[in-house]
Structures are given as structure tokens and as C-alpha cells.
């Protein structure tokens, strides 16, 4: 499974500006509804997010701390 | 083409204008169309036109010397871009750029001119685009001035790294920016200015601290 950016149907009006800045055609509207195709090719880039009037549309980061081989 | 009066209303600048008056502005606007990463404006040349976002959405962005990236402004359906040119005949003061297929709607500024004189009430209206406008940007301001953002984007990243026992909060730009009480624009700056100074690496939806240290040693010399 490939993490994708989350879309908050709730919130959503499906204006589809995330669908027209997106690189990678991870985001369709399917019968209305913007939908997330999983997909390898998205690079977290974020302008889904950026251009969301609603702030929908979600690019959350894990943050995790690289383990240093000295076990630090 | 056909500038839909509706959405025409919609606009800032036209908004309160009679269905008389919206169709003799109609007569003035022209369509423009552009793709996605082409560049509409370029920061430093002349201006001739203002444009309104009809559909798709574009960002105004300033570049460094370093060629550092600063975006200024995300406009969406119904928001004006290159006022301030148009208004004060300098060039122009940012790039602009099509994040997606875009269509504009542009109004030269010799028409502008023939609006404003004939029409008193969107001179109001655009009184109050620009005012808003300035109060945006003078928050931008104080952010990139005062505000030692970087340090507390750091300090963020620190506390959600979580020990890797139990669920990890996962943050989206926009949390952090409301955490680090600044905008979206600016912590993907400080990410960018972090991960150069070698302190995390961004790894597509990961955030990887690669030297607590130097991250710890940010917030102190930023916060």
C-alpha cells in the first residue's frame, strides 16, 4: 500500500484545483467525488494541499529519527 | 469566448455592479489560457494587463539570486493577480507561474483606466483588494523578518518524532504552520533551509531527522 494524500469528503466541494495542479494524475473525480488513485509516482509535493480552498486535502508527514549505526 | 456574468460578479473587483455595468466590462476582458509550469509573468518586466483566475490556480512567487523560491500568493477562481503594476505602471514585481491548466481573464491597463473613470464603485472595490492584499503581505513580512521560524519548525519536528513505541502524530504543512503560528509558505521554506543545513532529509511523506543534534542546536540558535 502506498501512502497518498487524504482527502476530507466532508469538507470537500469538489472544485477539482487539486486535480488541475496535480503531477502525477493521482487525483480523479469519479461521478462527482475527487478520488485518490494510489500511485508510486506521487512525490508528497504538497500543491494539492497548497491549493485547496478548504483545506480538504491532507499531505501528512511522518517525521521519524534516523538510527545512527553507533546506535545513537 | 463567453465570460459567464455570474462568476464575473463573483470577482472583487466587480462585486455590487449592476447586470448593465458587468456586461460592459464583459466587452473589455480577454481570455488567456496557459499550461502547467509555464511562466504568465516574469518578475522585472513591463506589465501591460491585469488578470483574474477564471479556472485552475497560480502562484506568484519571487526568486533569489540564489534561486531560492519565495511563493507570495496562491490565486484561486476569482482572484486577481498583477494589480499592483497595473496601478502604479513599474514593472512587474514577481513571477507568476501555472500550477495546472489555467484560463485567465485579462483587462489591459489602458481598459482598466476606462473602468475606473466611468465606474467610481470598482475603484472602491479595489480599494479594498489592495488593502487586503498589503495586510497579507505585511503578515508575509514580519514572519520572513522577525519571526525565527526555522527554529520553531524545528522544535515541532523534535517533539512529534516520537520514540517508536506507539503511534506517531503525522503532520501536515499546514498543522505546523498553525503551530509554529506562521503560514504554509513559510514552513516549507524552513523544511527546505533545514534539510540544506543537514539536519533532515525529506523522504517523499517522511520527515527523517538524520542529526538530532544539529536540529536541537537550530532551535537554539532560531527560537
Same mark, same amino acid.
Given at each position: 500500500?502506498?501512502?497518498?494524500?487524504?482527502?476530507? $469528503?466532508?469538507?470537500?466541494?469538489?472544485?477539482? $484545483?487539486?486535480?488541475?495542479?496535480?503531477?502525477?494524475?493521482? $487525483?480523479?473525480?469519479?461521478?462527482?467525488?475527487?478520488?485518490?488513485?494510489?500511485?508510486?509516482?506521487?512525490?508528497?509535493?504538497?500543491?494539492?494541499?497548497?491549493?485547496?480552498?478548504?483545506?480538504?486535502?491532507?499531505?501528512?508527514?511522518?517525521?521519524?529519527?534516523?538510527?545512527?549505526?553507533?546506535?545513537? | 469566448?463567453?465570460?459567464?456574468?455570474?462568476?464575473?460578479?463573483?470577482?472583487?473587483?466587480?462585486?455590487?455592479?449592476?447586470?448593465?455595468?458587468?456586461?460592459?466590462?464583459?466587452?473589455?476582458?480577454?481570455?488567456?489560457?496557459?499550461?502547467?509550469?509555464?511562466?504568465?509573468?516574469?518578475?522585472?518586466?513591463?506589465?501591460?494587463?491585469?488578470?483574474?483566475?477564471?479556472?485552475?490556480?497560480?502562484?506568484?512567487?519571487?526568486?533569489?539570486?540564489?534561486?531560492?523560491?519565495?511563493?507570495?500568493?496562491?490565486?484561486?477562481?476569482?482572484?486577481?493577480?498583477?494589480?499592483?503594476?497595473?496601478?502604479?505602471?513599474?514593472?512587474?514585481?514577481?513571477?507568476?507561474?501555472?500550477?495546472?491548466?489555467?484560463?485567465?481573464?485579462?483587462?489591459?491597463?489602458?481598459?482598466?483606466?476606462?473602468?475606473?473613470?466611468?465606474?467610481?464603485?470598482?475603484?472602491?472595490?479595489?480599494?479594498?483588494?489592495?488593502?487586503?492584499?498589503?495586510?497579507?503581505?505585511?503578515?508575509?513580512?514580519?514572519?520572513?523578518?522577525?519571526?525565527?521560524?526555522?527554529?520553531?519548525?524545528?522544535?515541532?519536528?523534535?517533539?512529534?518524532?516520537?520514540?517508536?513505541?506507539?503511534?506517531?502524530?503525522?503532520?501536515?504543512?499546514?498543522?505546523?504552520?498553525?503551530?509554529?503560528?506562521?503560514?504554509?509558505?513559510?514552513?516549507?521554506?524552513?523544511?527546505?533551509?533545514?534539510?540544506?543545513?543537514?539536519?533532515?532529509?525529506?523522504?517523499?511523506?517522511?520527515?527523517?531527522?538524520?542529526?538530532?543534534?544539529?536540529?536541537?542546536?537550530?532551535?537554539?540558535?532560531?527560537?
Amino acid at each position: 500500500m502506498v501512502e497518498m494524500p487524504e482527502i476530507d $469528503l466532508e469538507k470537500c466541494d469538489g472544485c477539482g $484545483l487539486c486535480i488541475s495542479v496535480c503531477h502525477c494524475s493521482a $487525483l480523479v473525480m469519479v461521478n462527482n467525488v475527487i478520488t485518490v488513485i494510489e500511485t508510486e509516482e506521487c512525490g508528497w509535493c504538497g500543491e494539492c494541499e497548497a491549493v485547496c480552498p478548504l483545506e480538504a486535502i491532507a499531505c501528512r508527514f511522518e517525521i521519524v529519527i534516523e538510527e545512527r549505526y553507533d546506535g545513537s | 469566448m463567453a465570460v459567464d456574468m455570474e462568476f464575473l460578479q463573483s470577482i472583487p473587483y466587480f462585486t455590487g455592479l449592476s447586470p448593465a455595468v458587468l456586461d460592459l466590462i464583459r466587452k473589455f476582458i480577454f481570455e488567456k489560457t496557459a499550461e502547467r509550469g509555464d511562466i504568465i509573468l516574469f518578475e522585472g518586466a513591463p506589465s501591460e494587463a491585469l488578470y483574474f483566475v477564471a479556472s485552475g490556480v497560480v502562484k506568484v512567487f519571487k526568486t533569489s539570486a540564489e534561486g531560492k523560491e519565495q511563493i507570495l500568493n496562491i490565486i484561486r477562481p476569482g482572484e486577481s493577480f498583477n494589480d499592483v503594476p497595473v496601478f502604479d505602471g513599474e514593472p512587474n514585481p514577481a513571477s507568476a507561474q501555472a500550477m495546472g491548466p489555467v484560463v485567465l481573464y485579462g483587462i489591459t491597463k489602458s481598459d482598466l483606466g476606462t473602468i475606473l473613470r466611468d465606474h467610481p464603485k470598482v475603484a472602491l472595490n479595489v480599494n479594498m483588494v489592495l488593502a487586503s492584499r498589503v495586510r497579507d503581505l505585511m503578515s508575509l513580512v514580519e514572519d520572513l523578518s522577525f519571526r525565527h521560524v526555522t527554529g520553531r519548525v524545528a522544535k515541532i519536528l523534535l517533539e512529534n518524532a516520537g520514540d517508536g513505541n506507539g503511534p506517531r502524530p503525522r503532520l501536515t504543512q499546514q498543522e505546523m504552520a498553525a503551530m509554529a503560528g506562521t503560514v504554509r509558505e513559510v514552513v516549507g521554506r524552513s523544511l527546505k533551509a533545514l534539510e540544506e543545513e543537514g539536519a533532515i532529509r525529506l523522504d517523499r511523506h517522511r520527515i527523517v531527522i538524520t542529526d538530532r543534534e544539529a536540529l536541537r542546536d537550530m532551535v537554539e540558535a532560531y527560537y
